[in-house]
């Protein structure tokens, strides 16, 4: 089976062809470059760009594929959580080709998809297994039992772990998205110049806090200007992926290991690729971390899911396809 996959939620459009879920046969992702000048995402320049790139990207999926897109059994979109202009696009796209093409429609949840980038990558992997998600919006941990059955252990009070890589490099005058620009130069860091908190949220322990280590960086670069960059890099970095493996290593303690798999943008990250591999060797589990192509935001991992789901029979047909609608924010378990 052949899902033509569509993700809009942000400021990538993307559009894919994947085979039975695993094999991607096209993946076309074009990153709208325009948001630098302004250091982050305008919501309604990524809706303009959207609207101006979606037609251009599933050409080229088309081509790379070398197979038409109506062939495709099913078209998967992503129907949030994100910028509800920007996710607007992708779902009234796949509406018109689904309802026009008659190919059953499926609504995807974005940060699920995320864990399916690993699926791409690693083919099925085994339950249970302990899912750390951390993108740009979200920072999710969740013990996965059985096929999408997910149980909340932890996730953020305030900042997502990669908005505060974004807001990291933005008091440095590292551009928009911070992330690879924090990543890069906090190679040429000292990680230990300074110290940094990492808050403990009494109520639940396995919930994470990003907004004070934020304000840590804040504060420290107004008393001291001349602090190098390299070393704030460095610094934060170390601290704001120890809040991960910190919180991976309280669930292991308190309950028992589990493999883990790890997606979403900031797993893209040197620093918590290499954490999270010393720590899955200390406790002898495996790790599943996507190529860094997939870690951020792609339509081949809506794909994916969007296999799943069909399987499920969780799709739509008919007039009943146009109903749906696009949601800023949806929960996830
Ligand atoms: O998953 P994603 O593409 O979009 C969302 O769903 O949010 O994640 C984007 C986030 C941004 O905050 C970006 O700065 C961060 O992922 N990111 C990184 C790296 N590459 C991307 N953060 C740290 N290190 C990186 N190498
Ligand atoms: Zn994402």
């Avoid at 470059?33 to 250091?39: D, S």
């Avoid at 101006?52 to 081509?63: G, N």
């Avoid at 551009?175 to 009494?202: F, K, N, S, T």
């Avoid at 290593?249 to 900031?266: D, I, M, Q, S």
Wanted: hydrophobic share 45%.
């Amino acid at each position: 089976m052949i899902i033509l996959g569509i993700e809009t939620s942000c400021d990538e459009t993307s559009a894919a062809l994947v085979r039975d879920g695993r094999v991607i046969l096209s993946n076309v992702i074009h990153t709208q470059e325009v948001h630098h000048k302004f250091g982050g995402v305008v919501p309604e320049v990524a809706s303009r760009n959207h609207v101006i790139k979606i037609f251009e990207v599933l050409d080229a999926v088309e081509k790379e594929a070398g197979m038409s897109l109506r062939e495709a059994d099913a078209i998967a979109v992503t129907r949030g959580p994100g910028l509800v202009g920007a996710l607007l696009i992708g779902v009234n796209t796949a509406k018109g080709l689904a309802y026009s093409w008659q190919k059953p429609l499926i609504p995807v949840h974005h940060v699920e998809a995320h864990l399916y980038a690993n699926m791409l990558h690693f083919g099925e992997i085994p339950f249970p297994f302990l899912g750390l998600i951390v993108s740009g919006g979200h920072t999710h941990l969740v013990l996965v039992e059985s096929p999408r059955s997910y149980r909340l252990i932890g996730q953020t009070r305030d900042d997502a772990v990669g908005e505060a890589f974004d807001k990291v490099a933005k008091m440095l005058g590292l551009g928009y998205p911070g992330g690879p620009a924090v990543d890069r130069i906090a190679a040429q860091g000292d990680e230990d110049a300074m110290e940094l908190p990492i808050p403990v949220l009494r109520d639940n322990p396995m919930d994470f806090s990003f907004s004070g280590l934020k304000t840590a960086v804040r504060n420290l670069i107004a008393r001291s200007p001349g602090v190098k960059k390299e070393d704030v890099c460095a610094s934060f970095q170390k601290t704001a992926v120890r809040a991960l493996t910190q919180r991976v290593e309280l669930f292991f303690t308190g309950e028992k290991p589990y493999p883990l798999v790890v997606a979403g943008g900031v797993a893209a990250n040197s620093r918590l690729r290499a954490e999270f591999s010393s720590l899955s060797a200390r406790y002898n589990v495996p790790l599943f971390i996507p190529p860094v192509g997939l870690c951020t935001d792609n339509a081949a991992m809506v794909a994916a899911l969007g296999n799943d789901l069909f399987r499920e029979g969780a799709f739509l047909e008919g007039e009943k396809l146009l109903s749906l609608n696009a949601t800023s924010s949806l929960s996830f378990v």
